[in-house]
């Protein structure tokens, strides 16, 4: 603790510094500091008096035998804190300017004019703290400020000092001097920065991220950041989002890659074909299928009742279905809360006997050795770094040595070879033979393109509007009903008006009980019919399609829409209800210079966006605008999104 030397006798002339006991000092009522600083504030700075004393002096008012603190009040609070504590004595020597004049305009101007140090002042003061052998606890503690903060302060002091010197002059930002410690190489930081690469924070962090592993990589919260440190890898911190990144990108990928290797033993003694390990998340891309646990040993009564159960429950849900479906959409889709409460009851019955039995049948569920035989074992990482273990993963060769082995199978025994072609043949086998037949079905419908269409229409066109099980018509109905509710001027447009009309003179007498009953049906009507019944379905399909996936993106709308060669502007106009009211003003602004030119806005621009929009609306569909070129561009007009 720094304390006077000298015990100099008070003095009350105006704007000197003397030494004033503090047992004759008292807060002025005229100080007009009044709200109080946090506890983390007043504690930095009762720190600060221990260590090095007051460095500034208070100003103070003589008031007789007291001397009222004008200015530096949080000082004296500091000083009080420590007397009281009796760290102080009650007549410490407290340096004061002695000021007679106004106390409140003296309060004031202490309080409201001082200057804050520049961020870049406050670090690097903290950086020669630390060069001069000061800890960064005992730095903490001076300061009042977590050990984590200074340590944030100490990356920014230690970016270089070309960078930091262009923060000083306002050349950039904080965040982006933040951003720099992404890196601790300042010849990295400077090169890239001279270059002139970067011109917000994002950038700077992703150019370092190229070299570095970011701690929320999979393979680094596999390794862990104390293993890596253990290592020898070090470590920097992206400030501003509290990110850490590993920058030995080599040393933490070999350490994952041992890491997983190590799993590798115990995973071969289950018998697998193969066992891989992989650092890649996205693993899937290199394997052909996965094989299903079979049930080994199970007893055939056992397997009988699990059988009978998944049907009871699968009779049920399309019993459920039908009902639905027989409601209809005049019901809105809904059945008696009688029946319902029965199916609800039937439902909750069979899932519970169906669970009881899956639960005995599944102790029975394991990898046959035959399956080990043809399929192999990957042991990689999930996204958050966890290990993750795929069973029964069959690649090409896999599936190819398991045709072989049913090939050799069927030739060293004809007569088994036949059973199991009828009976129960493997999933691959199936699937090879499945392929053969959709290869002859092709053939036939090439050979045969009339009948093909006809298959093609009728599956479109009866999937879209019955209202049979499996059928999507409630589903379009529902998106053409929820469009138009949300939107309503889309129902005076002249494209609705048409389709609409359409819409009403649908034939669907077709339409029977069963789909081969309509299938005949529809191969009754004629080509005409059906082509358009067909251009409806597909123009629903495409446009639900492309509503969901974005028309930008659904290459089948577009080119579809290019084929046609549609005049969109004949069939809709932009207007104050369907389209200006809804832009902002500034794009109001934009879109009036691109098409009606700067002259015309210019007395336009203090208009409300109320009135601007009755302006335009007036330009694009009244007869205010005379020029002819001006009104061919206005009445060819369409948004970008339509275009």
């Not at 939107?487 to 008006?497: A, G, L, R, V």
Request: with cysteine.
């Amino acid at each position: 603790m720094t304390k006077p030397t000298t015990d100099k006798e008070t003095t009350i002339n105006n704007a000197e510094i003397v030494l004033i006991p503090f047992n004759k000092l008292e807060c002025s009522k005229n100080n007009v500091r009044t709200v109080d600083t946090n506890d983390m504030d007043d504690m930095a700075l009762v720190q600060s008096i221990r260590d090095s004393g007051l460095l500034q002096n208070l100003v103070v008012k003589q008031n007789r035998a007291k001397f009222g603190v004008s200015a530096g009040g949080r000082r004296y609070n500091a000083l009080k804190y420590l007397v009281e504590n009796k760290e102080l004595p009650k007549d410490y020597h407290v340096p004061c300017k002695v000021k007679n004049d106004d106390e409140t305009l003296t309060s004031l101007a202490e309080n409201n004019f001082r200057k804050k140090n520049h961020p870049a002042d406050n670090f690097m003061a903290i950086k020669k703290l630390k060069d001069e052998g000061k800890s960064i606890d005992a730095i903490s503690l001076s300061l009042s400020m977590p050990a984590k903060e200074i340590k944030k302060l100490l990356a920014l002091a230690d970016v270089h000092p070309k960078i930091v010197d262009a923060f000083k002059r306002d050349k950039i930002d904080f965040d982006m001097v933040v951003a720099y410690t992404t890196t601790q190489d300042q010849k990295k930081q400077y090169a890239f920065f001279k270059s002139g690469g970067a011109t917000v924070p994002w950038q700077v962090r992703e150019h370092f991220k190229e070299s570095v592993v970011d701690s929320k990589d999979a393979i680094a919260l596999y390794v862990g950041e104390k293993a890596y440190v253990k290592a020898g890898g070090k470590v920097s911190n992206d400030l501003l989002h509290d990110n850490v990144y590993f920058l030995d990108a080599d040393l933490i990928t070999r350490m994952a890659e041992e890491k997983l290797q190590k799993n590798i033993p115990r995973l071969k003694e289950e018998g697998w074909a193969w066992v891989e390990a992989t650092k890649d998340t996205m693993y899937t891309h290199n394997y052909e299928s996965y094989l299903a646990k079979d049930y080994v040993g199970i007893p055939k009564k056992l397997l009988q009742s699990l059988d009978d159960a998944e049907e009871a429950v699968g009779n049920n849900n399309e019993a459920w279905d039908d009902a639905i479906n027989e409601a209809g959409m005049e019901n809105d889709w809904k059945i008696s809360e009688k029946e319902e409460k029965a199916f609800k009851a039937k439902e909750k019955k069979l899932d519970s006997t169906l669970k009881s039995i899956k639960g005995k049948a599944d102790k029975y569920k394991s990898y046959s050795d035959a399956q080990k035989n043809v399929s192999g074992t990957v042991i990689c990482l999930d996204n958050n770094g966890k290990l993750k273990t795929l069973r029964a993963v069959q690649n090409k060769d896999d599936v190819k040595k398991e045709i072989n082995i049913q090939k050799q199978a069927d030739s060293d025994n004809p007569d088994q070879a036949q059973v199991e072609v009828t009976g129960d043949i493997s999933m691959a086998l199936k699937e090879t033979l499945d392929n053969y037949d959709l290869q002859l079905f092709q053939l036939d419908m090439v050979r045969n393109p009339k009948i093909a269409f006809k298959g093609f229409a009728f599956e479109h066109c009866y999937r879209l509007l019955s209202n049979k099980k499996g059928s999507w018509s409630a589903c379009f109905a529902g998106f053409i009903k929820e469009n138009i509710n949300r939107d309503e001027p889309m129902i005076q447009s002249q494209s609705y008006k048409e389709l609409d009309k359409i819409r009403c003179g649908i034939d669907t007498s077709w339409i029977r009980e069963t789909i081969s009953e309509s299938f005949e049906a529809f191969c009754k009507l004629s080509d005409a019919k059906i082509i358009d019944l067909t251009g409806l379905c597909s123009g629903i399909a495409s446009t639900a399609n492309a509503s969901y996936y974005g028309r930008a993106d659904h290459t089948i709308y577009r080119s579809l829409q290019t084929q046609t060669g549609i005049v969109k502007s004949e069939h809709w106009r932009p207007t104050a209800q369907n389209y200006f009211k809804r832009l902002s003003l500034p794009l109001l602004h934009k879109l009036a210079i691109d098409l009606l030119g700067d002259e015309w806005l210019k007395p336009h621009l203090k208009l409300s966006k109320k009135d601007f929009v009755k302006i335009v609306d007036d330009a694009f569909n009244g007869d205010t605008i005379k020029d002819k070129a001006t009104k061919a561009k206005l009445d060819a007009y369409m948004p970008e999104v339509m275009v």
